[in-house]
């Protein structure tokens, strides 16, 4: 794989302050990235491939995806708290971020960084490329949706959407190489339009994969995974209609299936399963070390993540993911540092904490299913959202449910999803307080719905950066 060579000149918006092959204008905030290409010289298209893959390894960053993205979604939520192993997350845990805080800044940093290699993808659409030009518009197209993922990452991080006060948004950065190095944040009504453009664009350009021709394409962004991309957009804007349609879109591929209860707990110690849409790709020289997922969640010398009683208590007996071989505890942490104050960790999800080689499903058609029956609540059809729900409890050996209302779909999002990341989003999107959680005497947040902690501070880097920027309020 081409190594690329990022030079940050204003912290995290890497795109606004890069242009790759051509110098530097001003002093960097942050140490050279080793990995770089001139996009002026990309003349064919296996080598654009060889490109967009390179956005793909940014995607698998701890900063991002790779750990940073989905840890910030539990560990501010009801779900999760930083036990203070390595002193990992606390702040963010705790309440008590900051401006120059380093979880919020890397994934502020590399999430943007991201987008500049797919903005640099993008730029070639029209460039004439020697090779399959059906390939070339798909790849493309993978960018697209990869620019709208990274921007609906950033917006719902950092956006401040759901903080009293506050004027919503987060720049949208298009252009390559970018001409505005210090932008202003786009509204929430500007992001909404260009994700969906974005979106559509992808959708229009990607063909839909040949199921029988192996399962390698849930690897990369795809139809199917652009429309779940525009499926979670249309859900956190409150647009019913379009997260039905996307829903059923993918339903309607029979492309996947949901995994049944005899499958859950293997599931999760394989790749490509049947349930998957789109998962990061990891092998032994990936290797993260003592940054990946796994080890955060689950390590001897780190397991920094710890799961709540709550969590624990939310499942049934006899609901597979909540057996004690999912949600126990770290008995390899225990031994190592049994002065911590709780042990109780996920241990079914992203597993292998000493090589990291398990994949990242990023979306599972279980996800689809959960977006399907919100959308259709919100819609007003209670029965079809009723069936939509309980397809997932007769797969995990759970209660079916008698009615459906936001409760229940809250519910069962956290049940089927939780250690993803989406707890967080998912409470702030239903207008709901963090709940408080009996974590042993640790501080743990519980900020009520609209304060200054349902957005991340946009790093203190950036603002010293960028003056037209702007931070959250209470920052």
């Known amino acids: 794989m081409i190594r690329y ?43 654009l491939r060889t490109v967009m893959d390179g956005a793909y390894e940014k995607m698998s960053s701890s900063d991002y ?37 380093g979880d919020a800044t890397d994934a502020w940093t590399e999430i943007y960084a991201t987008n500049l290699q797919a903005n640099g993808v993008i730029a070639l659409e029209n460039k004439d490329l020697e090779g399959d030009q059906a390939m070339k518009k798909a790849i493309v197209g993978e960018a697209y949706a990869m620019r709208a993922l990274a921007h609906y990452d950033l917006f719902r991080l950092f956006g401040a959407m759901h903080v009293n006060g506050a004027k919503a948004g987060i720049p949208y950065v298009t252009e390559y190489p970018p001409k505005n ?33 192996g399962k390698k ?61 789109f998962e990061l790709a990891y092998s032994e020289s990936d290797n993260p070390s003592i940054n990946g997922l796994a080890n955060i969640y689950q390590g001897d010398g780190y397991g920094d993540i710890s799961a709540t009683k709550e969590i624990k208590a939310a499942f049934e007996p006899g609901d597979v993911r909540g057996g004690d071989d999912m949600i126990g505890e770290n008995e390899d942490l225990k031994a190592e540092k049994p002065d911590l104050p709780f042990f109780l960790a996920n241990l079914g999800k992203y597993v292998d904490w000493r090589r990291n080689t398990d994949n990242i499903p990023l979306m599972r058609f279980e996800e689809v299913k959960l977006i399907k029956a919100e959308a259709l609540f919100r819609l007003g059809d209670n029965a079809g959202a009723l069936a939509a729900l309980n397809e997932i409890t007769a797969a995990r050996g759970a209660s079916a449910y008698a009615a459906v209302d936001e409760d229940a779909i809250l519910l069962e999002r956290r049940r089927e999803l939780c250690f993803e990341g989406f707890r967080f989003d998912d409470l702030a999107r239903f207008k709901r307080d963090i709940p408080a959680c009996d974590v042993g005497g640790w501080t743990k947040s519980a900020p009520q719905y609209g304060d200054k902690l349902f957005a991340l501070p946009i790093p203190n880097k950036e603002i010293s950066a960028n003056a037209n920027i702007g931070q959250n309020p209470g920052y």
């Open 65 to 101: 995806y790779g750990r940073n993205v989905i840890i910030l979604g539990e560990v501010r939520s009801d779900n999760c708290v930083a036990n203070g192993s390595s002193n990992r997350y606390t702040a963010v845990s705790a309440g008590t971020i900051t401006t120059s805080n």
């Open 5 to 47: 060579k990022f030079r940050v000149l204003a912290q995290g918006l890497a795109l606004s302050a890069l242009v790759l092959g051509a110098g530097c204008t001003k002093e960097s905030l942050e140490p050279t990235v080793d990995r770089s290409v001139d996009f002026a010289k990309i003349n064919t298209v296996p080598l």
């Open 181 to 213: 190095l210090t932008p202003s944040r786009n509204t929430a009504d500007e992001i909404k339009a260009q994700l969906y453009q974005d979106l559509d664009k992808a959708i229009s350009m990607m063909p839909a994969p040949k199921i029988d021709g």
């Open 217 to 277: 394409f849930k690897q990369r962004l795809n139809l199917y995974a652009a429309y779940v991309i525009k499926a979670r957009v249309a859900l956190y804007f409150s647009d019913w209609a379009t997260a039905k349609t996307c829903a059923e879109a993918v339903e309607a591929s029979n492309a996947f299936r949901i995994i049944s209860k005899g499958e859950y707990v293997q599931s999760w110690r394989l790749k490509l399963n049947p349930n998957s849409i």
